[in-house]
């Protein structure tokens, strides 16, 4: 059976994307795009705009404002679709499938690629961190409101993409990143890929491998990139089962600082102590926070244990 996405993509008509970038074009100058606005630079028969704009708010792709001026916003899902319209005009993507993860900072679909090849697309959200926290502790977050969630998605976008092209290139253990639109970042599929906070059994030896790799591409994002993932925990990793062995791969990195930044050593500190930890307490690895900690710093050559 079809995604919700992937119907709405079948439903939607030339008239309906031509209101939906319209409204997206007004964003960064309005909460919710006045209806004069929208009318004017559409350029659509009356007829044809009320038959557009009862349909995207039917399918809830757009909100209206509440009050005595008449306004349109774009809804998470009204952004969704342009991203995956755009995608698949530019020949990234076939077909989407289903949701494969949801939460507040992200749905991630299965989808199809040209030659047949699984990946997926991650359309970016608001994110789960406090957005004062993320203000007051990333730069790049300055001056942005929560009037700005559309746009805000979209620079999470932005940012993850071209961070992952950065550390894929450096040997870093991140997803393939294929491509990019809008709020949405197109990665290649893990196969057998289980999150690290489900706790997949795993010997002693396999841990300390998947901990050493973790520590690794800590290592390469700080040294070699220059960035600190920020927000590192056992809900940012994944296990993958392969060729009789496992290995580590880390996502989730839009809201990276860079190293040159004030909170960059508070927020690289917090992620090694963190997972350290975590590996000590769930499969018994014994490993001193302040040596992983000058390993990722690049005053130890080698991590341990």
Do not use: C
């Not at 730069?139 to 976008?157: D, N």
């Amino acid at each position: 059976m079809p995604s919700r996405l992937s119907r709405i993509l079948q439903e939607l008509e030339d008239d309906d994307y031509r209101v939906l970038r319209v409204i997206e074009r007004n964003l960064s100058r309005y909460e919710y795009v006045p209806v004069e606005v929208v009318e004017r630079q559409a350029r659509l028969p009356p007829s044809r705009m009320l038959r557009s704009i009862r349909r995207l708010s039917d399918l809830k792709l757009i909100r209206r404002t509440l009050g005595t001026l008449i306004g349109y916003t774009l809804t998470y899902t009204g952004l969704d679709v342009l991203a995956a319209r755009a995608l698949m005009a530019k020949g990234v993507i076939e077909e989407f499938g289903d949701v494969i993860g949801a939460g507040k900072e992200s749905d991630v679909y299965l989808a199809v690629a040209p030659g047949g090849r699984r990946v997926v697309v991650k359309f970016h959200r608001e994110g789960k961190a406090p957005f004062h926290r993320i203000r007051r502790t990333r730069s790049f977050a300055a001056g942005m409101t929560r009037r700005s969630l559309i746009l805000w998605a979209k620079l999470l976008g932005e940012r993850e993409f071209k961070v992952l092209v950065e550390l894929h290139s450096r040997g870093a253990r991140v997803p393939e990143p294929i491509a990019w639109n809008r709020h949405a970042v197109v990665q290649g599929y893990v196969e057998g890929a289980v999150e690290l906070y489900r706790q997949p059994p795993l010997g002693e030896e396999e841990a300390i491998r998947v901990l050493r790799q973790i520590l690794e591409t800590v290592r390469i994002a700080f040294q070699d990139v220059g960035v600190v993932h920020g927000d590192l925990s056992e809900y940012n990793v994944l296990v993958v089962y392969r060729d009789g062995g496992v290995d580590a791969v880390v996502i989730d990195w839009p809201q990276y600082v860079y190293a040159s930044e004030p909170h960059a050593e508070e927020l690289l500190k917090r992620d090694v102590y963190y997972i350290v930890r975590f590996f000590r307490s769930k499969y018994g690895v014994r490993v001193d926070e302040g040596e992983a900690l000058a390993y990722v710093r690049g005053e130890r050559g080698e991590p341990p244990p």
